[in-house]
């Protein structure tokens, strides 16, 4: 007889299955968006599952099979295309034949709450290239990041209030241990995912914005936190007004950070036309990126309310998998066995980084630019985490008539059908990848170098990253510090894997993972 959970588990996904049906009907015959098409949520659904690695299970296979036959019904058309490398051209050269934007006009609605009032299709296009230029040319290369890295890395409080420690350190519930009377505030116990997921947080937040809304927003990484778990019943449609304690939170969380990020913007304009500015903040470290967007956005007349969602949705793009990535990173790092001395000492003879003889030491250089291209080892160990932790779904709604080759199979698309491709169901492919569920940090080693070789984890074609050189940075360097000034081991001692748990771009840890963190002593 079925134990318990699985009558949970069943209860639960026919409840999920009968929303997200209604949604996709509502979606499908009555939406009338300015905006054009929607991505019908049951293809979402579908797509994630057949991407999953749980979709041999029955139950999902069943839920699988019924949301075909629904989407037969419903006579939507879709391909699911499991090899990216074959299709890669088709997805440069023939981006006429896809529309790009379903996708993020879908998520924009669902996810961030944007009604697009007052914004029609075309101007919609038109606003939208312009701002993905600019988070794609400005972003990475002109922002100073060198002090704000350094600073996040080295500026641990550990202090014992925790009124005084940074909201990252409070988040990750830091407590400090005093186990040498000589070092009282050198080793720590934390959780590591929160502890990484604030500090990145905290690190490009005032990059774009300027250090007033940290200032002025103390609690925007609890409510980022609140809003971050119901994320997939959003894209799934579910509507905001479903009884759901939880899920309310959530949107409360999701509307409080939206005025927020309006209430920026307001003051940005206030400063830049020589206004009295609200509560006398100090806007003068607003990024050029966020000036250069606002002028995008004044250009079509947006209300701050929808820049305010439309902000969200990027900072959403430019966080999320950045702080999941930077998580398993690190986990790798310090828990594979003789990584993280290999890595010291690729560091020190690179010549990337230095440290200075204080107490606690504190990093003085780090050559960010550099880490990509002196650290082979650190480059190679982070692709290698991305290839056992990334399970991007790319979707397209197809505009012309096309025939697809993976190499394996041949698709047949007709315009208005919706096409998936995965980047994840090659990952675990031996004859791409040898060992495959082993995790090897010196894989994409080519000689003084690393590269991503058949790896996509940024997407494909016109829609591909933005941030991507941007979070490749960020990401090595905190690393780079990390691995630097402290020392990290799990509590109760033998690192555990803390498992994956499914249903974003970047998985999540299954389970919390505390660690013990200890300052580096240099003599
Ligand atoms: C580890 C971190 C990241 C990962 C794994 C990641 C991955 C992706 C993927 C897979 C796509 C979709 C590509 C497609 O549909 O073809 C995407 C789109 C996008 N990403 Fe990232 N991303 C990351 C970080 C960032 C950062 C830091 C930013 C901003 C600074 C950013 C901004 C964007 C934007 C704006 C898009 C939409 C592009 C478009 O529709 O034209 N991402 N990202």
């Not at 940290?214 to 809003?227: Q, S």
């Not at 959530?250 to 500015?277: F, M």
């Not at 008539?401 to 698709?411: A, F």
């Amino acid at each position: 007889m079925p134990d318990i959970e699985v009558y949970g588990l069943l209860s639960a996904a026919a409840i999920g299955c009968v929303l997200v049906a209604a949604t996709s009907l509502i979606l499908r015959y009555g939406q009338t968006s300015s905006t054009g098409p929607s991505l019908p949520p049951t293809i979402m659904l579908e797509a994630g599952l057949a991407a999953d690695r749980y979709s041999s299970s029955i139950i999902f296979s069943v839920i699988r099979f019924t949301l075909r036959r629904l989407h037969a019904l419903l006579s939507i058309h879709h391909e699911i295309v499991p090899d990216v490398s074959h299709i890669e051209k088709v997805f440069f050269k023939q981006n006429e034949a896809f529309d790009i934007h379903p996708m993020s006009t879908s998520m924009l609605r669902r996810i961030f709450g944007c009604d697009f009032r007052g914004i029609a299709r075309d101007e919609y296009i038109e606003m939208v290239d312009g701002f993905m230029k600019i988070v794609a040319r400005d972003f990475p290369m002109s922002q100073p990041l060198q002090p704000l890295f350094i600073g996040g890395i080295s500026g641990a409080n550990f202090s014992e209030n925790t009124d005084l420690q940074h909201p990252w350190e409070q988040l990750a519930n830091t407590k400090v241990l005093r186990l040498n009377p000589a070092y009282p505030k050198h080793v720590v116990e934390a959780d590591l995912e929160s502890l990484l997921r604030g500090l990145s947080f905290h690190i490009s937040i005032p990059l774009l914005y300027g250090h007033d809304y940290i200032d002025r927003n103390p609690l925007a990484l609890w409510d980022w936190d609140c809003f971050g778990g119901q994320t997939a019943l959003l894209a799934l449609g579910v509507p905001t007004w479903v009884p759901i304690p939880s899920f309310r939170r959530g949107i409360a969380a999701r509307d409080r950070l939206v005025d927020s990020i309006s209430s920026v913007y307001r003051r940005t304009k206030q400063y830049r036309n020589g206004e009295a500015v609200d509560y006398g903040a100090d806007m003068t470290d607003v990024s050029e990126t966020a000036l250069d967007r606002y002028k995008v956005y004044d250009r079509h007349g947006l209300s701050a309310e929808n820049i305010g969602h439309i902000e969200f949705s990027l900072l959403w793009a430019q966080n999320k998998n950045t702080q999941q990535l930077l998580f398993w990173y690190i986990f790798y790092i310090y828990s594979v066995p003789g990584l993280l001395d290999s890595l010291r000492q690729e560091l020190a003879s690179s010549g990337v980084l230095s440290i200075s003889a204080d107490d606690p030491p504190r990093i003085t250089r780090l050559d960010i630019g550099a880490l990509g291209k002196q650290c082979p080892l650190l480059t190679s160990t982070f692709l290698e985490s991305f290839r056992v932790t990334e399970e991007s779904i790319m979707f397209r709604r197809v505009t012309e008539r096309l025939t697809l080759d993976d190499g394996k199979d041949q698709y047949q698309l007709r315009p208005g059908s919706w096409l998936f491709v995965s980047t994840a169901l090659t990952r675990h492919d031996s004859s791409i990848y040898p060992r495959p569920l082993e995790f090897l940090p010196d894989r994409f080693v080519e000689g003084s170098t690393a590269s991503y070789r058949t790896l996509r984890p940024w997407g494909l074609g016109l829609t591909m990253c933005k941030g991507r050189t941007f979070a490749e940075k960020k990401v090595l360097a905190v690393a780079a510090g990390m691995i630097a000034l402290w020392d990290i081991k799990q509590v109760g001692g033998e690192w555990q894997h803390p498992g994956f748990r499914t249903g974003a771009t970047i998985l999540a840890p299954a389970s919390k993972l505390r660690v013990r963190i200890k300052r580096r002593i240099f003599d």
